[in-house]
């Protein structure tokens, strides 16, 4: 545990380090394709108050200076299989990245959405030393919660305070200066597996870059695709990727919940592959252009060629209906909708005062999906695009960027974790020096 | 080569569909390693009476092919090995030839490899060094497997009958031929054939450069330090020579002369305008002396700084005229006054500028004559009251700059009207007025002193004295003298 504490400490500092430096580069390690943003800090925002423009969420203080977009190759449900071949896509692109930007970037943020994400709520409660709440309070009653069992070869990936409670009074988001005698605080703990982490640091670092932070794709599109009102009184955001099928459950502006179910768009595609006997890629075409998940009489009526590409090109001109087509891809996506239903209701998403959900990710465009997800999700479902930051380019605002739009607003304002705070004096000779100085402080 | 004798599990199609031999030949072995087009259907021989040499002759279009010159080199190169492996049936085996057409028409027999081949071989050296002996052994080892060519060429030369003929027919087209390409060239094309998926992630390599490139320090001294280095470098290494220096200084000035001495900048003369006599004798000592003479190494500037320098002249202009004469337009300064120092008399101007020495009073009688030191400042002035004090006429001597402040009026007979520092001019023509009024200056009157505006004054000469002090004496009291008032 203090081993963790250890690596995220220096991993924050290495994130204000390119903060100083004004350039970091956030990946998004996903299992269709890996994108890579260059991102320039100019510390305040330039743009003046009669512009219109407020300090917003913190993306203002940052802009777009490079872009690039590779096709994912070695990574399977958002896990890394293959390093070396996940190692030259990450080359591909940041170096193309760096090319726009004409800039070299040393930091990198990176998310990824598989390697079983766990989330697990944790309280703690101190008695507050001072009448009043220090810092020194908070990093007590972070490290007083307790520490479930994980499981061997887990890592924590994140650790938020979510909720702080002062005597009787909860839901304090900032106690610190406040007067109360007993200090209680829930935690969202997020755990995945340690080999997954180490899988990408390997790969990044075999780039010649540094980690500077690492953070759940859920939970970056979450914050990209929520609005600041979803956030806040709750909402589920569910980003449909090509591997995996990542879901972060958002309150009080803290994620309280995330998960991942390991069938995305890909399964989709494997499926119109296997069932019209087509090409990866043609299949991955058919679903792209004709792709949807009602059928309507008038898709009885027309009619897609899938050029079966087996050489034969006279005699192999095989076509579907498109009613065939969502046929195949259909069950693919309720199976996966239900998945996520199952794992909302684990997470008791029922009892939130709001249930608005979110689709985002690339998988989350076929027509109509919209409507299936309404009939197993809930009534109030929409589908979501990132926010707009400034200099993404155009190619690059699509759902399917929601989680690397959301990075990088976590890199601008990474929420408060649990290593954000000192770790609180635990040997003896630190605890009586303490003591001493505050005997000082109070009768001097 | 590759695609000249196909590989098995080549998947490359044939060149030329025209193989009519080809697929009869390799009827008997396997299935032939390659595939072919739906066009080769046209050409292919339906039956028996196809095979036969005379109507395949006819029926190849060959002299459009001779004529293409990428065909006639791929022939060259399907051909290469035969002429070394005179061993029958090896060289020509149909499925070497198979694959460009054209060969394929000529039916490989006996004859033709007496006929034919023999001056192939010689030309192939000719063409200088690629044929080597070993060469065809390498040859055939690189386009990899070696097919049993003998046991293949044993049923085509007895199937082909009319042989003899058609090899006569088809030896021009041969001798046509370039010879082979190269081994290296081959190697080229053998690396080049391969042809998997370019991967599109940068090597290591590659992306480790880019960000060094990308890092601005290396930026910068690739792209300006080092080439300014280089450039001062290189500059510096020519020029520790001193040879070498004063060879470009060389240069330079003859380059530089070579334009100034053109006719186009030449000076031939000057013209000296507005000027009197003595100052243009002075003028002419100061310009130039020898013409022509180059306008670039005419210092205009200073040549008019020099000529303003002299006394005489108020303003200069210079400039080069069209025909090439320069110009040099005088205004002279004139003088108003003259100046009595202790160096003797100088004429002055309005400004108090010296113009000239002055060896008599007489010379310029015209002239007012001031005196005392200062008096070149207030020329104005004195002017002012030499032509107030005109109506005294030759009685007036000149004017005298007393304590650089106020000026005294010197008349014939030493006599002088002292005037105040403020109001001269008027306090003059008040002695004036009085002069008109009391002819106050035809009496015996040594000093008028006017310096206290309120107060006129009058000194009187010393007989002048004795002779009021004998008036007074003898006049009846109580009447006072006018001069005192």
């Given at each position: 545990m203090t081993d963790l504490y250890r690596k995220q400490r220096a991993m924050r500092q290495l994130r204000r380090a390119a903060m100083q430096r004004g350039v970091v580069a956030v990946l998004d390690v996903g299992s269709s394709k890996i994108a890579c943003l260059i991102l320039r800090f100019d510390g305040p925002s330039r743009s003046r108050e009669d512009d219109g423009v407020g300090p917003m969420a913190g993306q203002a203080s940052f802009r777009v200076i490079g872009a690039a977009t590779t096709r994912s190759r070695g990574v399977r449900f958002g896990e890394i299989h293959a390093m070396q071949e996940t190692e030259r896509a990450v080359r591909t692109a940041l170096q193309a990245a760096q090319k726009m930007a004409q800039m070299r970037v040393d930091h990198v943020i990176a998310c990824f959405s598989g390697a079983g994400p766990r989330s697990y709520g944790l309280a703690g409660e101190i008695e507050v030393e001072d009448a009043t709440v220090a810092e020194a309070d908070i990093s007590r009653v972070l490290a007083a919660c307790a520490m479930p069992e994980f499981g061997e070869g887990r890592e924590v990936l994140h650790a938020q305070p979510v909720n702080f409670a002062l005597d009787a009074r909860s839901g304090l988001s900032d106690p610190r200066g406040q007067i109360g005698r007993k200090l209680a605080c829930d935690m969202h703990l997020l755990t995945v597996e340690e080999t997954a982490i180490s899988h990408l640091v390997h790969c990044i670092r075999r780039c010649d870059l540094e980690l500077a932070g690492i953070a759940s794709s859920a939970y970056a599109s979450g914050l990209a695709s929520l609005v600041e009102d979803e956030q806040e009184l709750g909402a589920a955001c569910i980003d449909m990727g090509g591997g995996a099928t990542g879901l972060s459950i958002f309150i009080k502006k803290h994620m309280i919940y995330a998960d991942s179910v390991r069938m995305g768009g890909d399964h989709v595609t494997s499926d119109i592959a296997k069932g019209l006997q087509v090409p990866m890629a043609t299949a991955e075409r058919i679903k792209t252009l004709f792709g949807g998940v009602v059928a309507t009489g008038a898709d009885d009526r027309e009619m897609i060629e899938i050029?079966?590409?087996?050489?034969?090109w006279e005699r192999d001109r095989r076509t579907v209906s498109r009613a065939e087509l969502i046929g195949i891809m259909r069950p693919r996506v309720e199976e996966i909708l239900e998945d996520v239903r199952a794992r909302l209701d684990a997470a008791d998403f029922d009892h939130l005062p709001s249930q608005s959900i979110v689709l985002t990710g690339g998988?989350?465009?076929?027509?109509g999906l919209d409507g299936l997800a309404a009939r197993i999700l809930g009534s109030q479902v929409r589908l979501g695009r990132p926010l707009r930051v400034q200099g993404l380019p155009q190619a690059a605002t699509g759902p399917g960027f929601s989680s690397i739009v959301g990075l990088s607003l976590f890199t601008a304002h990474p929420q408060d974790e649990w290593w954000d705070f000192e770790a609180p004096p635990t040997g003896y000779p630190a605890r009586s020096l303490r003591r001493a100085m505050r005997w000082f402080r109070e009768n001097w | 080569m590759r695609s000249l004798t196909p590989r098995p599990g080549s998947a490359e199609p044939p060149r030329q569909s025209a193989p009519a031999a080809a697929p009869e030949a390799a009827r008997p072995q396997a299935a032939p390693p390659w595939r072919l087009p739906p066009g080769a259907e046209l050409w292919r021989p339906s039956g028996p009476a196809m095979r036969s040499p005379a109507l395949r002759s006819d029926e190849a279009p060959a002299p459009v092919w001779r004529s293409s010159r990428p065909l006639r080199r791929r022939q060259g190169a399907g051909l290469a090995p035969a002429p070394e492996a005179p061993a029958p049936g090896a060289a020509s085996s149909p499925e070497a030839a198979a694959p460009h057409g054209l060969e394929a028409a000529v039916p490989p027999g006996p004859q033709r490899r007496v006929g034919a081949g023999q001056p192939r071989a010689d030309r192939s050296a000719e063409w200088g060094g690629l044929r080597a002996p070993g060469e065809a052994e390498l040859a055939t080892g690189l386009r990899a497997p070696a097919r049993p060519a003998a046991p293949l060429a044993a049923p085509l030369a007895e199937r082909v009958p009319g042989a003899p003929a058609e090899a006569e027919a088809e030896a021009p087209m041969v001798v046509a031929e370039p010879p082979a390409p190269g081994l290296r060239l081959r190697l080229r094309r053998l690396r080049r054939?391969?042809?998997?998926?370019?991967?599109?992630a940068p090597s290591r390599m590659a992306y480790r450069l880019h960000r060094l490139w990308l890092t601005p320090l290396v930026r910068g001294v690739v792209r300006v330090g080092g080439p300014v280095a280089l450039v001062v470098l290189a500059v510096a290494g020519l020029l520790s020579d001193a040879d070498r220096r004063a060879a470009l200084a060389g240069v330079w000035t003859e380059l530089r002369s070579g334009i100034e001495e053109r006719p186009e900048f030449q000076v031939s003369g000057v013209d000296i305008l507005g000027a009197s006599a003595p100052v243009r004798a002075a003028l002419a000592a100061l310009a130039p002396q020898e013409f022509p003479v180059s306008s670039f190494r005419l210092d205009l500037d200073g040549l008019r700084a020099e000529v303003e320098a002299?006394?005489?002249?108020a303003r200069a202009e210079l400039r080069v005229r069209a025909d090439a004469v320069l110009e040099l337009r005088i205004e002279e300064r004139v003088p108003v006054a003259i100046w009595r120092t202790d160096d003797g008399l100088k004429l002055i101007d309005a400004e108090g500028r010296r113009v000239a020495r002055l060896?008599?009073?007489?010379?310029?009688?015209d002239l007012p004559l001031l005196a005392g030191l200062g008096a070149d400042a207030e020329v104005a002035e004195a002017r002012a009251l030499a032509a107030a004090a005109a109506p005294l006429g030759d009685e007036v001597v000149g004017f005298v700059r007393m304590g650089e402040r106020r000026w005294d009026v010197v008349l014939s007979g030493d006599r002088r009207i002292l005037l105040p520092g403020q109001g001269a001019l008027s306090a003059l023509e008040r002695v004036l007025a009085l002069d008109q009024a009391q002819d106050l200056l035809a009496r015996d009157v040594a000093v008028v002193d006017m310096r206290l505006p309120g107060r006129p004054t009058v000194r009187l000469s010393g007989a002048a004295v004795e002779e009021l002090r004998r008036v007074r004496a003898t006049a009846p009291a109580g009447r006072s003298g006018g001069p005192t008032r």
């Open positions: 050029g079966g590409d087996s050489g034969d998988a989350s465009q076929i027509p | 054939a391969p042809s998997r998926p370019r991967d599109p002299l006394d005489a002249v060896l008599a009073r007489e010379a310029r009688a």
